[in-house]
C-alpha cells in the first residue's frame, strides 16, 4: 500500500460506451491504491467558456435558456462549446459575446475555471470578465434552444443576492458572479486574458476531430 496521496491511478483498460455531439461516455479500468482495479465512468466533454460582462453601471448581462436536464429556463452567463477546431479559447469567448448578448468589449481577463463535477466528468469552464462594453448586432441561430433566449441585465449586486438565494444555480454563472464581485471590489485581482489553461478538456475534442 502506497502512503495517502502518492498512489498513481493508472489505466490499464478503457471501453467506449456512447460517443455522441456533444459528449462522450467511456468506462475506465484503474489501478487503486493496494492494486485493485476500479471501474470509473467518465463523461467526456468539450470544454466550453462563459462571460460576465459587466458595464459601467456594474450591471451584468444574462441570459435566459431552456435546459432540458433540468426542466426549466436558467439565468446564465453568455457561454459556448470549444468546438470550432483550432479556434482559441479567448476568440470563442469573444464570439460568443457577440452572438449571444449583442455585446463587444474591450477588456478581458481571465476570472476562474471551473470543473462542472469532477467526480465523473472531465469538462471545465473557463469564465472570463469582460468589461469596456459596446453594443453589436447579434447573431442567434434558430432551430434549438438558443432560438428561445432572452436577454436580462441585472446590477452584480442583486445577482450577488440571488446566487445566494440559490435563484442562479449555473455553476459557472455562480462562480462568475461571486468571482467578479471580488475583483470589482478589491479583495481579489483576475489573471491576464492569455493565461494557460491546464484543465482544459482535450479528449473529445480529440475524438471529433482528430490530433
Known amino acids: 500500500?502506497?502512503?495517502?496521496?502518492?498512489?498513481?491511478?493508472?489505466?490499464?483498460?478503457?471501453?467506449?460506451?456512447?460517443?455522441?455531439?456533444?459528449?462522450?461516455?467511456?468506462?475506465?479500468?484503474?489501478?487503486?491504491?493496494?492494486?485493485?482495479?476500479?471501474?470509473?465512468?467518465v463523461v467526456e466533454h468539450l470544454g466550453a467558456v462563459a462571460i460576465i460582462a459587466v458595464d459601467a453601471e456594474q450591471r451584468i448581462t444574462l441570459i435566459s435558456q431552456y435546459r432540458h436536464p433540468i426542466g426549466r429556463r436558467l439565468l446564465e452567463l453568455p457561454a459556448g462549446l470549444l468546438d470550432v477546431p483550432g479556434e482559441d479559447p479567448l476568440a470563442t469567448a469573444r464570439r460568443e459575446l457577440a452572438e449571444e448578448a449583442g455585446l463587444k468589449a474591450e477588456r478581458w481577463d481571465t476570472l476562474v475555471d471551473v470543473a462542472a463535477s469532477a467526480g465523473f466528468t472531465d469538462e471545465v469552464v473557463r469564465v472570463y470578465l469582460a468589461r469596456e462594453l459596446t453594443e453589436v448586432d447579434r447573431e442567434i441561430a434558430g432551430g434549438d434552444e438558443e432560438a428561445d433566449i432572452v436577454l436580462r441585465r441585472m446590477p452584480l449586486a442583486d445577482a450577488v443576492r440571488r446566487t445566494l438565494a440559490g435563484e442562479l444555480i449555473n455553476g459557472a454563472t455562480v462562480s462568475g458572479v461571486l468571482a467578479a464581485h471580488a475583483v470589482l471590489a478589491g479583495a481579489a485581482e483576475a489573471r491576464p486574458a492569455d493565461t494557460s489553461w491546464r484543465d482544459r478538456p482535450t479528449a473529445f475534442a480529440a475524438r471529433k476531430h482528430g490530433g
Open 1 to 41: 500500500m502506497t502512503e495517502p496521496g502518492t498512489h498513481e491511478f493508472d489505466v490499464v483498460g478503457s471501453e467506449d460506451i456512447h460517443i455522441g455531439r456533444v459528449v462522450g461516455l467511456r468506462v475506465d479500468d484503474i489501478v487503486m491504491p493496494g492494486g485493485v482495479t476500479g471501474r470509473r465512468e
